[in-house]
């Protein structure tokens, strides 16, 4: 963009310099009509220079526009994301809760059945005519 501005202005310099040259050459020209063309020419440079200036300020605005609405969008995705964190650790949590009182259940439930089988194996020793120690070795296999 700058360099397509700078050929610009050197093409508009060198047909002002050209002219200038044309008409002093001819001395069609006074000191005042020189310096005329001289402000004419400048401000065109000035004029041009600020059209792209004013481009460019827009497309600098822009793009800081879109930065700030993309940084509000990843700021709402990461708050989405760590509401959805929290949450899937809270059912995690629960689950092993969950996890750890069925484990006690089954435990409880476990030893509850390692009793009835003693039982039933020392009833069922007795009945057969098997004495106490004959029974605790039978346990300590089970």
Same mark, same amino acid.
């Given at each position: 963009? #700058?360099?397509?501005? =700078?050929?610009? =202005?050197?093409?508009?310099?060198?047909?002002?310099?050209?002219?200038?040259?044309?008409?002093? $050459?001819? &001395?069609? $020209?006074?000191?005042?009509?020189? +310096?005329? #063309?001289?402000?004419?020419?400048?401000?065109? $440079?000035?004029?041009?220079?600020? &059209?792209?200036?004013?481009?460019? /300020?827009?497309?600098?605005?822009?793009?800081?526009?879109?930065?700030?609405?993309?940084?509000? @969008?990843?700021?709402?995705?990461?708050?989405? &994301?760590?509401?959805? /964190? =929290?949450?899937?650790?809270?059912?995690?949590?629960?689950?092993?809760?969950?996890?750890?009182?069925?484990?006690?259940? /089954?435990?409880?439930?476990?030893?509850?059945?390692?009793? $009835? &089988?003693?039982?039933? @194996?020392? @009833?069922?020793?007795?009945?057969?005519?098997?004495?106490?120690?004959?029974?605790?070795?039978?346990?300590?296999? +089970?």
């Amino acid at each position: 963009m #700058g360099s397509k501005h =700078a050929e610009g =202005a050197n093409a508009v310099e060198a047909r002002l310099l050209e002219d200038l040259r044309k008409k002093i $050459v001819q &001395k069609q $020209v006074t000191i005042k009509e020189i +310096i005329l #063309g001289c402000v004419s020419t400048s401000f065109e $440079v000035y004029s041009d220079e600020m &059209k792209r200036l004013s481009n460019e /300020v827009w497309e600098l605005r822009n793009w800081l526009k879109e930065a700030q609405q993309g940084k509000k @969008n990843l700021s709402r995705e990461l708050e989405n &994301k760590e509401r959805e /964190v =929290a949450a899937k650790e809270r059912i995690i949590s629960k689950k092993d809760e969950t996890i750890r009182k069925v484990s006690q259940d /089954v435990q409880t439930t476990r030893l509850e059945l390692k009793k $009835v &089988k003693s039982s039933e @194996n020392y @009833n069922c020793l007795q009945k057969f005519g098997f004495s106490q120690k004959d029974f605790d070795q039978d346990a300590k296999q +089970i």
